[in-house]
């Protein structure tokens, strides 16, 4: 395996956040950080309290979470909300 460069905070704040939602599959942090899901397990595992990570891979590997695209409904064919860009270039105007 080769050495990759260390994650920012922000990068690293991002992974948890996509991992943490179970809409999120593990192809599109692959996609997106170029981390396989075991490396997310790592970051998970070295980020969070023992409690909320036995609580996150219990929901993982429970069948409630869509984090395999295999496990996912076909319908679904992509990563992200259709209003996900609109969310993200938002400016909170001052009134």
């Keep these: 395996m080769t050495e990759t460069k260390p994650l920012t905070e922000r990068e690293l704040d991002r992974i948890i956040e996509m991992a943490w939602e179970d809409r999120t599959p593990f192809e599109a942090i692959l996609f997106q950080f170029g981390l396989p ?9 070295g980020n969070l309290k023992e ?16 984090k395999h695209l295999k496990k996912r409904n076909p319908d679904i064919t992509r990563f992200k909300c259709s209003r996900q860009k609109v969310i993200s270039s938002n400016k909170i105007s001052k009134r």
């Design 37 to 45: 899901e075991k490396e997310v397990i790592k970051v998970m595992r």
């Design 51 to 66: 409690s909320s990570f036995k609580r996150w891979r219990k929901r993982v590997n429970s069948g409630v979470s869509k």
